[in-house]
């Protein structure tokens, strides 16, 4: 089982400030990586996958970045909606796991 | 517009059965493979299972294995999920998603979830 680390567990950042996430890995992933974004009490959503391609739909202001073992979520300019927690996902090897989630406050 | 609505959760007593059931539209069924991933309260995303576009083949999360299980029928649009020998931490809302085509095992459609809480 390949075990994740996301960082930080709790951001809080205002509207249009510019803000990353990141998410480690025990091993080697490639670029088999995918983002997701949790509003409160509603399904994930798929923001990005293959570590830095925008789901088509997704705003243009979220971007991937990484390799390997090492992975970068960014917001350009945080808006409102934004609100919630992020997860990294990795689908290199079986079963695909998650990491533990960055709560955005805003 | 692709729309995958589950149902069937609910309260079950330790050692319970459920089956989970979900409803796909707007897209081509047997044309994906689909998954379950469920959340417990509070706590963050665990994949459960998964099954081939045709059924032919079905994978599952360890702690699940002998207890779940997971099946499809094409023709109804359907996915389901069995659940027997239920444990208290299998509490949690269980969500269907489909898995894109050519991308690898992500989510690309989730459905609103629904609750299972095992208790006594």
């Known amino acids: 089982v390949i075990w994740m680390t996301q960082s930080p567990s709790l951001l809080s950042a205002s509207p249009g400030d510019r803000v990353t996430i990141s998410c480690r890995m025990s091993?080697?992933?490639?670029?088999?990586l995918a983002w997701y974004h949790q509003k409160s009490g509603k399904a994930p959503e798929l923001l990005i996958y293959?570590?830095?391609t925008l789901q088509r739909g997704a705003p243009s202001r979220f971007s991937g970045r990484g390799f390997g073992t090492e992975f970068t979520l960014t917001i350009s300019r945080l808006q409102s909606e934004d609100t919630g927690t992020f997860y990294c996902q990795q689908y290199y090897s079986f079963p695909p796991t998650f990491g533990q989630g960055t709560k955005v406050e805003i | 517009e692709v729309q995958v609505v589950e149902s069937g959760g609910g309260l079950v007593q330790p050692g319970g059965s459920l089956r989970l059931s979900c409803a796909a539209s707007?897209?081509?069924?047997?044309?994906?493979?689909m998954s379950w991933v469920r959340q417990a309260p509070g706590k963050g995303l665990e994949w459960v299972a998964n099954?081939?576009?045709?059924?032919?083949?079905?994978y599952y999360v360890d702690s699940v294995k002998g207890r779940f299980t997971i099946s499809r029928d094409n023709a109804k649009n359907s996915l389901y999920l069995q659940m027997n020998s239920l444990r208290a931490e299998d509490t949690a809302v269980y969500y269907c998603?489909?898995?894109?085509?050519?991308?690898?095992?992500?989510?690309?459609?989730w459905g609103q979830g629904t609750l299972v809480t095992v208790s006594s």
């Open positions: 998603a489909r898995e894109p085509a050519a991308v690898g095992m992500t989510f690309d459609y």
């Open positions: 707007g897209f081509t069924f047997n044309n994906f493979w």
């Open positions: 091993q080697g992933i490639s670029n088999y």
């Open positions: 099954i081939k576009k045709d059924g032919s083949e079905t």
């Open positions: 293959a570590a830095s």
